[in-house]
């Protein structure tokens, strides 16, 4: 009994060790000028400092790649993550969206962030600053709805 759990011990360390080549790439896309939500639309400084904060590191190509990006197999959850985020929602890519585009995503940001389906709960185990106040989440909510109330419906 004590040599099988002796072997079952190296064999799963040696798994681990060997997943840990098996990695996701992680990189930020190209950030073009006149595109992100900053350049397209008014952005207050208080506001930015929100989505810097809470919402940047998957939504758009400004991630900060936390210290277990480096580990398998958080990595890959963490990619999946962020992969998601992006296509979801991308700050950077705002200019890219057609402006009906842009209200349904300035809606869902109100309703993501006063449900507390965002910032995700799994992100706020190790990133607990990103964790929005209710003022934060009111001042999200109120700017997405002046900036949805400046775009003319297509």
């Not at 904060?53 to 962020?82: E, G, M």
């Not at 705002?94 to 993501?112: A, D, P, Q, R």
Request: proline fraction near 5%; charge should be neutral.
């Amino acid at each position: 009994m004590k040599k099988a759990l002796k072997i079952v011990a190296i064999v799963t360390v040696a798994g681990f060790i060997a997943i840990q080549l098996i990695r996701p790439t992680f990189s930020n896309p190209t950030i073009v000028a006149g595109q992100t939500v900053e350049d397209s639309a008014n952005v207050p400084a208080e506001v930015q400092m929100v989505l810097s904060r809470s919402c940047n590191d998957c939504h758009s190509n400004k991630t900060v790649y936390p210290w277990y990006s480096q580990i398998t197999p958080f990595n890959w959850f963490l990619a999946d993550h962020i992969t998601e985020g992006r296509a979801e929602l991308n700050f950077s890519e705002w200019g890219t969206y057609s402006n009906k585009k842009k209200i349904h995503k300035l809606e869902e940001v109100c309703e993501m962030v006063e449900g507390g389906a965002m910032p995700l709960p799994s992100y706020l185990w190790i990133h607990r600053d990103a964790a929005l106040s209710a003022d934060q989440k009111k001042l999200l909510c109120d700017w997405a709805s002046t900036e949805k109330a400046k775009l003319p419906a297509e």
